[in-house]
Antibody, heavy 122, light 110 residues
């Protein structure tokens, strides 16, 4: 059974920063591209970012480009999302997920974590 | 990166079939066979039910099927059951190596 466990969420003031983590287990983490997807309260899913299996290639949604940074430590089987310059509209549950698809960048998201809630409020 | 277009809601009676559409462009849905569908129950993480346009993961009921024509993908649920009541999202790979989701469709089983 694949496990993805997010942590690091919390309440932060506008303009603040957070680093989210996603601990992976029971699969070869270093072989998979990993993604972050978020969901604002009562809203739909929004794709955030993807990082290639080796960390060399990354892409972001326009809404977070320049403020969010995705990274990974394959020695620790952990994915990260550094979130800076937080805005109220970044309030959401943040999920990590993997794509075993042929490209790694496609939305073949077969396993998801339980999510971690980020609340941006003064 | 405009969201894919889904109907906000659909409904059907037990035993009936329903179809949810997902409209995109030639830069996403129409350009690649990388469309996925997810089911999300309240308070839970999304669950993959279709990938690569038509493929069902192991363990997903064969009552779920999907297709694509041009820039529009479709999910069909046959033999509706009460447990199918949930939110459904389509998603697609895009020409900029990103992913885009639809706005979601709330399925009500009457």
């Amino acid at each position: 059974q694949v496990y993805l466990v997010e942590s690091g969420g919390g309440v932060v003031q506008p303009g603040g920063s957070l680093r989210l983590s996603c601990a992976a287990s029971e699969f070869s983490f270093s072989n998979f591209a990993m993604h972050w997807v978020r969901q604002a309260p009562g809203q739909g899913l929004e794709w955030v970012a993807v990082l290639s299996y080796d960390g060399s290639d990354k892409y972001y949604a326009d809404s977070v480009k320049g403020r969010f940074t995705i990274s990974r430590d394959n020695s620790k089987n952990t994915l990260y999302l550094q979130i800076d310059s937080l805005r109220p509209e970044d309030t959401a549950v943040y999920y990590c997920t993997r794509s075993p698809g042929s490209t790694g960048y496609d939305p073949h998201f077969d396993y998801w974590g339980q999510g971690t809630l980020v609340t941006v409020s003064s | 990166q405009s969201a894919l277009t889904q109907p906000a809601s659909v409904s059907g009676s037990p035993g009936q079939s329903i179809t949810i559409s997902c409209s995109g462009t030639s830069s996403d849905v129409g350009g690649y066979n990388f469309v996925s569908w997810f089911q999300q129950q309240p308070g839970k993480a999304p669950k993959l039910i279709i990938y690569d346009v038509t493929n069902r993961p192991s363990g997903v009921s064969n009552r779920f099927s999907a297709s694509k024509s041009g820039n529009t993908a479709s999910l069909t649920i046959s033999g509706l059951q009460a447990e199918d009541e949930a939110d459904y999202y389509c998603s697609s790979y895009t020409s900029t190596r990103t992913v885009v989701f639809g706005g979601g469709t709330k399925l009500t089983v009457l």
